[in-house]
């Protein structure tokens, strides 16, 4: 089963979690598995965790990946079908309630999933209003422009696409549903087009593009899951356990460098002689600034223009 999607910052973020063997990691967003598989080489023993809540990633891990997921008691591989934000919980479910020894996070959407016409990420292909990466999951994006009141559908655009004509991308949309719903991404598109005065269209990127993010950042609860499981990885993490993060958005690398300095910085009284032990920091940061694609990956490889990598380390 082709999974064609080109890793990003594969060495330094498998690398900066500095794998040994014999032991426990994650994989928070197994997408084709190009991390996993880079990860696996580095280490004789040991086991990843690999999640994804895209049934069609399973679906390909599991043939693609099949001779390492053989059932026996060290296997090297295991998928978990289910939103990185109940991380948690299927550790225990899995038997591994002791901590971890690293996790790693490529947010965002996989290539097959912008490719594959009829997920409905894409304002290049034409299909219904759908941008779930998990196809169990109720609310989709024919929901949310189709039902939100216009005000929430333009914070939206603002908050998570940081669209400066939302209001006006807003308005037209109500407007046109209250004709007919607006069923597919290309319908959408000439409505944002519509919206948007005529010397914005002409520069920047596609007119589409921040409007078709925002919708799926809301659709999938992109910011609200990541804070939650980096949370719930940061408590996972045994002393001396590595977290990489790769983020694609600004607000998600907010999200991010926030969580890392909660647990990183500490306040302590003034005049406080020893430290408590529950007021000591929790993380140490691996690099204070994101890492970013080399020039050569720049040059190979056009998603990695907007990565940003933050590594911390469990005291
Ligand atoms: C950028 S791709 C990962 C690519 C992978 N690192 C590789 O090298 O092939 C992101 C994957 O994470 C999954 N994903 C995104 N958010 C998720 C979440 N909250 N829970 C579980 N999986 C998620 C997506 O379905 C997608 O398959």
């Given amino acids: 089963?082709?999974?064609?999607?080109?890793?990003?910052?594969?060495?330094?973020?498998?690398?900066?979690?500095?794998?040994?063997?014999?032991g426990l990691y994650v994989d928070a967003t197994f997408g084709g598995g190009g991390h996993a598989k880079y990860l696996l080489s580095k280490i004789n023993s040991g086991t990843l965790i690999g999640f994804d809540q895209d049934e069609y990633a399973i679906k390909a891990a599991e043939l693609n990946f099949a001779d390492l997921l053989r059932d026996d008691s060290s296997p090297r591989l295991k998928l978990v079908h289910d939103?990185?934000?109940?991380?948690?919980?299927?550790?225990?479910?899995?038997?591994y309630s002791d901590g971890i020894d690293g996790i790693y996070y490529d947010l965002g959407v996989s290539s097959p999933q912008f490719d594959q016409a009829d997920r409905g990420f894409s304002y290049r292909y034409d299909a219904r209003l759908d941008m779930r990466m998990d196809q169990s999951q109720s609310l989709d994006a024919y929901e949310l422009v189709n039902t939100l009141d216009q005000k929430d559908l333009a914070n939206i655009l603002y908050k998570f696409g940081d669209e400066k004509y939302s209001r006006q991308i807003a308005r037209k949309i109500v407007e046109k549903r209250k004709v007919k719903p607006i069923e597919t991404t290309f319908e959408l598109v000439d409505i944002i087009k519509e919206a948007i005065p005529a010397f914005a269209r002409r520069t920047g990127g596609h007119p589409a593009k921040k409007s078709f993010q925002a919708l799926r950042v809301a659709v999938n609860h992109e910011l609200e899951v990541l804070q939650e499981s980096l949370e719930e990885a940061i408590k996972a993490l045994r002393p001396g356990g590595r977290i990489s993060v790769i983020t694609f958005q600004s607000d998600e690398d907010k999200i991010v460098k926030k969580i890392f300095k909660k647990y990183s910085e500490v306040e302590v009284p003034r005049g406080m002689p020893i430290i408590p032990d529950d007021l000591k920091p929790t993380l140490r940061l691996v690099?204070?600034?994101?890492?970013?694609?080399?020039?050569?990956?720049?040059?190979?490889?056009?998603?990695?223009?907007?990565?940003?990598?933050?590594?911390?380390?469990?005291?």
């Fill in 83 to 95: 939103n990185f934000s109940h991380l948690e919980s299927n550790l225990v479910k899995l038997g």
């Fill in 287 to 315: 690099n204070r600034k994101p890492i970013t694609a080399s020039t050569t990956e720049l040059e190979d490889n056009n998603r990695s223009h907007s990565a940003k990598l933050r590594v911390a380390e469990k005291i």
């Fill in 1 to 22: 089963m082709e999974f064609k999607h080109t890793s990003v910052l594969l060495h330094e973020t498998i690398d900066n979690l500095k794998p040994k063997d014999g």
